[in-house]
């Protein structure tokens, strides 16, 4: 069984991003990088605490805005469009869930899609959809697609199963690994039967928040696994697998902490440096 270890390889890709960032000071360009948080959701918090600190570490600059649990959707809209004309602004995010008197789709949607570094607006997930290169991926199927190639996993025609429909994780996801050519599957809550479909598979994805829903007798030997689950039990972190008994069927199986986690910052500091170097292709 091999780890497929986030943390060495988004440790890597940082240090290729500051490489990049140190470019673009040269050419008068500061990588920047807003970030968003309304409320006081705890890992929300944390999230996002952790986006800052991974963009002073590849010495990207970022503002974090903090703003009230009452904030009305009105003012973040407001915050949002003065963020998309402020040309020294490259990225911008705001970290989900919001409160419910917020709608997030609007807010989504009110994001210049070329400042998007979540991929989460309409026209970014079209040219996924579409497969045309050159828009923001959402970042965390960005870092399970980077985390596998870096492993040297060939994905195509392997029968791919993904746990959990998010538009943050699952639907993207599918698009990428289509994308790459491999047979896809979804199952969700009103899936019949899981295991029907995890047994066949050559590679899961589990992206359900449910600790330990993937078990050993539903996974066949050899199979490729990755864990997107940060479910807080107590004081322990646990994925959304068991790892014990998996990891004695798996060939590849990725951690939790330091798998999935750590290149989902990885790719949203990608994409700021993404948007920063398009910024400098306009000025030229
Ligand atoms: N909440 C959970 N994951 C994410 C993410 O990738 N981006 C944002 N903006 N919010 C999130």
Redesign the pocket.
Known sequence: MTLLDGKKVSTKLKDELKQEVNELKKNGIEPCLAVILVGDDKA?KT?VSNKAKACKECEIKSIVYELGHDTTQNELLALINTLNYDDSVDGI?????LPSHINKDIIIQSINSNKDV?G?HPTNIGFLSANIKGSFL???PAGIIYLLKEYKINLKGLDVVIIGASN?VGKPLLMMFLNEEATVSICHLQTKDIKTYTQKADLIVVAAGCANLLKADMVKEGVIVLDVGINKIGSKLLGDVDFENVSKKASFISPVPGGVGPM?IAMLLKNTVKAAKNRLKAAK
Do not use: A, R
């Open positions: 929300s999230y995010l705001v970290q989900l869930p979540d989460f959402p970042c965390t943050i989902t």
